[in-house]
């Protein structure tokens, strides 16, 4: 769990749960349980449980759902399948008092291909009432209070009258909250009018190890159908559904409890990771870096701890030794960016070093800022050194973010280190030459277009921090997605920067070029739309210098429909990114 092992590589989790960290160790294959990075409990509401009190336990790949305490491991949904992971502004009606008010309530939509359950009662079924729309970035804070009403599987006291039958609920129910009439549960683990039981299944034994593709529930089908003709309906309904094979969007709703809660910025930042790797890896030489000859698409056999340490204390050694020549220093930031590439430890050990962090960003102020002339005219030296510098920095954020030792890094000393980083990467779009039509100049802009960008990438990376920060309640966590955008403000050649993000995505989405993108182009746009928005959303200045010089550009270049031509549906970013310029469109149109 990148984590809590032998290897001693710590753990994504500030308050860890020895006992569900065991379950999981004991009965998960050694694939899965490697690529779990966090776990929280809260009430879960799907279409095969209702208000049950469990934990979610999420990994580089699947969002999983256990009970309190843990007897079976369950795959909610793939990441591979979500569609959008949101926050809803609501007020469920299962809490009470300042609860219900500060509760975290998450909306994860995803494409399953499983037919609906059904209701017991189908024919007494109501329309379902749709859900309120995501909260906005400032409307919910990152934390909620302990649940004061207890739900299925909470170790607490039920309030009066859940035992035996359950109340009648008002007609003006919370539509966050659908009653088990609209969730139509088939398969429960417990009868819902009953508290959980704790004994092991008599199908099955829990401590059974769980493979990859092993995800139901290893309890026994308690769902009832009705007799006679409700009978023979259901079934011939059902057999409609499980014979047509067609995708359907289905929902999970999850409503955190704890007054610490970081579970959406979990699955935010595991979403944000999982389709930007999965798109990466369609391409054949992403492929290649990520992993050995023997296997291509597959990751290196990870290594041991102690290697990776002893591994990485020696390029360190190598990298920071005085008088190092720009050939070697070169040669030695492509070793560190590939092996980053391969192994998560390896960039966990980056920010526990300090040292190696702050180098490289003096490296980036000095190639690229501090030994430019007074003409600032790049040399392609310059640009060659500072591209890779950028993409091993930008490599280093990747599923690191429950890494504390990231966040201390970069926010101390009021975020010394974080202002450098941002600042250094910074630079004039435009290229300064004499004469822009010789074959060294043309070789100069293609150098530059390639750092910027690289650029936009690593400035992503840390808007995803910011957003992070943005939600969370400590005070000493200011790395907000406000406070980068005013760092960057000042910066002499900020619009420069961001107007030329902003027409590249004019010119990727436009009729000019008619191909499909190729999977790097396709998260490269996914980026560019990200630190658009953030800019939009943001920062008033830059929205403004957005509004009133591409404005136009927008509006009769960018189109939804030509998006969508160019972004293969099977590209897991593709979903996502649409929806992007979809809100570009409307903050910069309207």
């Given at each position: 769990?990148?984590?809590t092992?032998s290897?001693?590589s710590?753990?994504?989790?500030?308050?860890?749960?020895?006992?569900?960290d065991s379950?999981?160790?004991r009965?998960?294959?050694?694939t899965?349980?490697e690529?779990?990075?966090?776990?929280?409990p809260?009430?879960v509401?799907?279409?095969?449980v209702?208000?049950v009190?469990m934990h979610?336990v999420m990994?580089?790949?699947c969002v999983?759902?256990?009970?309190?305490p843990?007897?079976?491991l369950?795959?909610?949904?793939s990441f591979r399948?979500?569609?959008?992971?949101?926050?809803v502004?609501?007020?469920?009606d299962f809490l009470h008092?300042?609860d219900r008010e500060?509760c975290?309530?998450?909306r994860?939509t995803?494409?399953t291909?499983?037919p609906?359950a059904r209701?017991?009662?189908?024919?007494?079924?109501?329309r379902r009432?749709?859900l309120p729309p995501?909260?906005?970035?400032?409307?919910?804070?990152s934390?909620?209070?302990?649940?004061t009403?207890?739900?299925e599987?909470?170790p607490g006291?039920?309030?009066?009258?859940?035992?035996?039958?359950q109340?009648k609920?008002?007609?003006?129910?919370?539509a966050?909250?659908p009653?088990?009439?609209t969730?139509g549960?088939l398969r429960?683990p417990?009868?819902?009018t009953?508290p959980?039981?704790?004994e092991p299944?008599p199908?099955?034994?829990?401590?059974?190890?769980l493979?990859?593709?092993d995800?139901?529930?290893?309890?026994?089908d308690?769902?009832?159908?009705?007799?006679g003709i409700?009978?023979v309906?259901?079934?011939?309904?059902?057999?409609?559904?499980?014979?047509?094979g067609?995708e359907r969007?289905?929902e999970?709703?999850?409503?955190?409890?704890?007054?610490?809660?970081?579970?959406?910025?979990h699955?935010?930042s595991l979403w944000n990771s999982?389709?930007?790797?999965?798109?990466?890896?369609?391409?054949?030489?992403?492929?290649?870096k990520c992993?050995?000859?023997?296997?291509?698409?597959?990751?290196?056999?990870?290594?041991s701890?102690?290697r990776t340490a002893?591994?990485?204390?020696?390029?360190s050694?190598?990298l920071?030794?005085?008088?190092?020549s720009?050939e070697s220093?070169?040669?030695?930031l492509?070793?560190?960016?590939t092996?980053?590439?391969?192994?998560?430890a390896l960039?966990?050990?980056?920010?526990?070093?300090?040292?190696v962090c702050?180098?490289l960003?003096q490296?980036?102020?000095e190639?690229?800022?501090?030994?430019?002339?007074?003409s600032?005219?790049y040399?392609?030296?310059?640009?060659?050194?500072s591209?890779l510098?950028?993409q091993?920095l930008?490599v280093?954020?990747?599923e690191?973010?429950?890494?504390?030792a990231r966040?201390?890094?970069?926010?101390a000393?009021?975020g010394d280190l974080?202002s450098?980083m941002?600042?250094?990467?910074?630079c004039?779009?435009e290229?300064?030459t004499?004469n822009?039509?010789t074959?060294a100049?043309?070789e100069?802009?293609a150098?530059?277009?390639?750092?910027l960008?690289a650029?936009?990438?690593l400035?992503?990376?840390?808007?995803l921090?910011?957003h992070?920060a943005?939600?969370c309640?400590?005070a000493d966590n200011?790395?907000?997605?406000?406070?980068i955008l005013g760092?960057?403000q000042?910066?002499?050649?900020?619009?420069?920067?961001?107007?030329y993000q902003?027409?590249q995505?004019?010119?990727v989405?436009?009729d000019?070029?008619e191909s499909f993108?190729?999977?790097v182009?396709s998260?490269?746009?996914?980026?560019r739309?990200?630190?658009?928005?953030?800019c939009?959303?943001?920062n008033?200045h830059?929205?403004?210098?957005?509004?009133s010089?591409f404005?136009?550009?927008?509006?009769?270049?960018v189109?939804l429909?030509?998006?969508e031509?160019?972004?293969p549906p099977?590209y897991p970013?593709s979903q996502?990114?649409l929806?992007?310029?979809e809100?570009?469109?409307?903050?910069i149109?309207?």
């Amino acid at each position: 769990m990148a984590r809590t092992g032998s290897c001693g590589s710590g753990t994504l989790l500030s308050h860890r749960n020895i006992k569900l960290d065991s379950f999981l160790k004991r009965n998960t294959e050694r694939t899965v349980y490697e690529q779990i990075r966090a776990y929280e409990p809260c009430v879960v509401i799907s279409e095969t449980v209702n208000k049950v009190y469990m934990h979610v336990v999420m990994s580089d790949e699947c969002v999983y759902i256990t009970e309190y305490p843990p007897r079976t491991l369950t795959e909610a949904c793939s990441f591979r399948r979500v569609r959008d992971i949101e926050l809803v502004n609501d007020l469920p009606d299962f809490l009470h008092g300042k609860d219900r008010e500060l509760c975290q309530h998450i909306r994860i939509t995803y494409i399953t291909d499983k037919p609906a359950a059904r209701s017991r009662d189908w024919l007494r079924r109501e329309r379902r009432v749709g859900l309120p729309p995501a909260a906005s970035s400032s409307r919910r804070p990152s934390h909620c209070p302990t649940i004061t009403h207890t739900v299925e599987g909470y170790p607490g006291q039920r309030i009066p009258g859940e035992r035996g039958t359950q109340p009648k609920r008002p007609s003006t129910r919370s539509a966050s909250c659908p009653d088990p009439e609209t969730l139509g549960l088939l398969r429960v683990p417990h009868p819902p009018t009953q508290p959980p039981s704790t004994e092991p299944s008599p199908t099955g034994s829990p401590t059974a190890p769980l493979s990859p593709s092993d995800h139901r529930l290893n309890v026994p089908d308690t769902g009832q159908v009705p007799r006679g003709i409700g009978s023979v309906l259901s079934r011939l309904l059902r057999r409609d559904d499980e014979s047509s094979g067609e995708e359907r969007e289905a929902e999970l709703h999850l409503y955190a409890v704890s007054h610490t809660s970081r579970l959406y910025l979990h699955l935010q930042s595991l979403w944000n990771s999982f389709i930007i790797r999965s798109t990466l890896l369609l391409d054949p030489l992403y492929r290649r870096k990520c992993s050995s000859g023997s296997s291509p698409g597959r990751r290196l056999p990870a290594i041991s701890w102690e290697r990776t340490a002893h591994l990485f204390g020696q390029l360190s050694s190598e990298l920071l030794q005085e008088g190092i020549s720009v050939e070697s220093l070169y040669m030695l930031l492509q070793e560190l960016r590939t092996a980053a590439h391969r192994n998560v430890a390896l960039r966990r050990l980056f920010w526990r070093s300090s040292e190696v962090c702050v180098f490289l960003v003096q490296t980036l102020e000095e190639s690229l800022h501090g030994c430019k002339s007074l003409s600032r005219v790049y040399t392609a030296d310059q640009l060659l050194l500072s591209t890779l510098t950028v993409q091993t920095l930008a490599v280093m954020f990747r599923e690191t973010e429950g890494e504390p030792a990231r966040l201390n890094l970069l926010s101390a000393k009021k975020g010394d280190l974080a202002s450098r980083m941002l600042l250094a990467l910074i630079c004039d779009a435009e290229l300064q030459t004499r004469n822009q039509r010789t074959l060294a100049d043309c070789e100069l802009q293609a150098l530059l277009a390639e750092y910027l960008d690289a650029a936009c990438s690593l400035l992503f990376e840390l808007l995803l921090l910011g957003h992070e920060a943005s939600r969370c309640s400590s005070a000493d966590n200011f790395l907000s997605v406000g406070w980068i955008l005013g760092v960057l403000q000042p910066h002499p050649r900020l619009l420069s920067f961001i107007g030329y993000q902003a027409q590249q995505v004019v010119l990727v989405l436009s009729d000019l070029q008619e191909s499909f993108l190729s999977p790097v182009q396709s998260v490269l746009l996914f980026q560019r739309c990200r630190l658009l928005l953030a800019c939009l959303q943001y920062n008033s200045h830059l929205a403004q210098h957005l509004r009133s010089h591409f404005r136009e550009e927008f509006r009769y270049s960018v189109k939804l429909s030509c998006a969508e031509e160019k972004l293969p549906p099977h590209y897991p970013i593709s979903q996502p990114t649409l929806r992007l310029v979809e809100q570009i469109l409307t903050l910069i149109l309207h």
